[in-house]
């Protein structure tokens, strides 16, 4: 029973940040380095209706995700302001494609 319930619990949890999101791309990344570790980032995010947002990338995600400039991102509001996550389903490589052509035209 209480497997069922922590399995519950999760699931709930990740169904509101799932739909409590929104997907953006990244425009550009800068990462704050103290010493040899990887402490924050923050990036510039493009969401889909166009506006632009700043927001901070935890550094599991940032590590996990190998993000870059181009990455289709989700953005989530919290207490602190927007944080970046993963997306569950990436659409396609194509808004990372778009994004390096225009970068070096």
Known sequence: MTTLLLVALFLAAEFYRYFGSRRGVILHLKADEFGA???SATALVRL????EIAA????CTLCL?????GEEVRVIRGARGY???L???P????SRLDCRCNRSA
């Open 91 to 94: 659409r396609s490589n194509r």
């Open 37 to 39: 570790s990887l402490n």
């Open 83 to 85: 944080s970046v996550d």
């Open 65 to 69: 995700g190998r993000l870059e400039t």
């Open 87 to 89: 997306p569950w389903f």
């Open 48 to 51: 889909e209706d166009g506006k």
């Open 56 to 59: 901070e990338v935890p550094p």
